[in-house]
């Protein structure tokens, strides 16, 4: 599956964007789709995953509560709605695909758990 993301801009502290990651190929039922940041100087952090079958829908602390995770299975695409931005979100957003058969919860927040990613999209978040 190939993952194209889109969404990205500058916003002002306490804005909101919506992000998109649209796949083409078949997404499976037991794949997660999750979003991952990375901020300059700094390493690949999870932001959020949803099991594609189940919506079930996991969050990095520092994004709970002021991001929300959904899917569109007619239309293929994950978006991620982030509100309340702050200068800490500021990064190169990824959505990613782990095409695994099941993924534990426990793993569901490693990058090297997914095996397909999108090109990126810049936020940026001004003070």
């Known amino acids: 599956v190939q993952l194209q993301a889109s969404g990205g801009g500058l916003v002002q502290a306490g804005g909101s964007l919506r992000l998109s990651c649209a796949a083409s190929?078949?997404?499976?039922?037991?794949?997660?789709m999750g979003w991952f940041r990375q901020a300059p100087g700094k390493e690949r952090q999870f932001v959020a995953a949803i099991r594609w079958r189940a919506n079930s829908k996991y969050y990095a602390d520092s994004v709970k509560g002021r991001f929300t995770i959904s899917r569109d299975n007619a239309k293929n695409t994950v978006y991620l709605q982030m509100d309340s931005l702050n200068v800490e979100d500021t990064a190169v957003y990824y959505c990613a695909a782990n095409r695994g058969d099941y993924t534990a919860n426990s793993a569901i927040r490693y990058a090297n758990e997914y095996d397909s990613w999108g090109q990126g999209t810049l936020v940026t978040v001004s003070s």
């Open positions: 190929g078949v997404i499976y039922s037991s794949y997660v």
